[in-house]
């Protein structure tokens, strides 16, 4: 069984600051994606990573994936407000189709 | 616009009362999810079809069972809802190929008294 250790589980900070989501396993993916999740809402797709080293930016957020693909970051500079949401990582296994390994999520608050 | 769409947004049903959760894709995509999610918590994966093929994840309650009669709808069927069951429920779908990009729906909050 593969698993995604994510952390902080919970992350409270003021606007503008900077922070980093982790996400952690002992297993090699082939992908692994980040979502984002508002109350009430499904989990939008942020963004996927496939290649071992690879660093994606959106806007003020900063997603890489690990070179031996087996661990990711996100950083989000100068935190606002919107970005509230449950964070959520989750892999996609080496076997070619496969189901997602989800992360436990990072629930983040940004007040203002 | 091409989309996940589920219905209700919200379920109120009483203990031991089935219930349907209903769910439909405009993606024409192979594979359709369902998804349980408590408070704060990651989606719990219950089962999938890979078009007309069954899923099962192996701690999924045999309280819980789905139907896909086409490629656009899904349904999950909770047969005798407990308190525990109260939760959202998502659906999801992919193409099935080796990235896999999950597509969710809103998802539907189920209440249960």
């Known amino acids: 069984t593969q698993l995604l250790e994510q952390s902080p589980q919970f992350l409270s900070i003021q606007e503008g600051e900077n922070l980093t989501v982790y996400c952690n396993s002992s297993?090699?993916?082939?992908?692994l994606q980040w979502y984002r999740q508002e109350p009430g809402e499904g989990p939008v797709l942020l963004v996927t990573?496939?290649?071992?080293?690879e660093v994606k930016k959106l806007k003020r957020l900063t997603f890489q994936f690990g070179d031996a693909r087996k661990d990711s970051s996100l950083h989000i500079t100068a935190a606002q407000p919107g970005d509230t949401g449950l964070y959520l990582c989750a892999g996609v296994g080496i076997a070619g189709y496969s189901t997602l390994t989800f992360g436990k999520g990072t629930m983040l608050l940004v007040s203002p | 616009d091409a989309m996940v769409i589920q219905n209700p947004r919200y379920q109120v049903t009483q203990f031991g009362k089935p219930v349907t959760l209903s769910c439909s894709q405009t993606l024409n995509h192979n594979v359709m999810y369902w998804y349980q999610q408590k408070s704060s918590q990651a989606p719990k994966l219950l089962f999938h079809y890979y078009d007309k093929d069954f899923n099962n994840e192996a701690d999924t309650p045999d309280n819980f069972q789905s139907r896909r009669p086409n490629t656009s709808f899904c349904f999950l069927d909770i047969r005798s809802p407990g308190l525990g069951d109260a939760a959202m429920y998502l659906c999801?779908?992919?193409?099935?190929?080796?990235?896999?990009?999950?597509?969710f729906g809103p998802g539907t909050r189920l209440l249960v008294l």
């Open positions: 297993s090699v993916f082939s992908s």
């Open positions: 999801a779908t992919s193409t099935g190929g080796v990235v896999e990009t999950q597509y």
């Open positions: 990573v496939v290649t071992g080293g």
